[in-house]
């Protein structure tokens, strides 16, 4: 059974950083990927990473202040955030797809039950 469980969100203030884990259990995948969604919004891509060449991608909001990362012996990916706005605020969803650096919602496999991020300004 696969399971992806994140870590890491909470509250924080403009300007200050977090780091967000993800652990997945069950499987390998060929990306894994952070979205987010804000109340009243769409999720949205916010970047991934693939799990072979650690290939990444960024959603241009976001480009230069977050960096995704991934650890094969502890099956893990980590999305550190750093440069934190008050519209970072969101939940951020840890998802795994067989397909290879994507940011469509729809070729996800798998997602987690999201962590709450919350920046105050």
């Known amino acids: 059974q696969v399971q992806l469980v994140e870590s890491g969100g909470g509250l924080v203030q403009a300007g200050g950083s977090l780091r967000l884990s993800c652990a997945a259990s069950g499987r390998t995948f060929s990306s894994m990927g952070w979205f987010r969604q804000a109340p009243g919004k769409e999720r949205e891509f916010v970047a991934a990473?693939?799990?072979?060449?650690?290939?990444?991608d960024y959603a241009d909001s976001v480009k230069g202040r977050f960096a995704i990362s991934r650890d094969k012996a502890k099956n893990t990916v980590s999305l550190q955030m750093n440069s934190l706005k008050p519209e970072d605020t969101a939940v951020y969803y840890c998802a795994a797809s067989r397909y290879i650096t994507v940011r469509i919602t729809t070729l996800y496999d798998y997602w987690g039950q999201g962590t709450q991020v919350t920046v105050s300004s």
């Open positions: 990473i693939t799990w072979t060449r650690s290939t990444t």
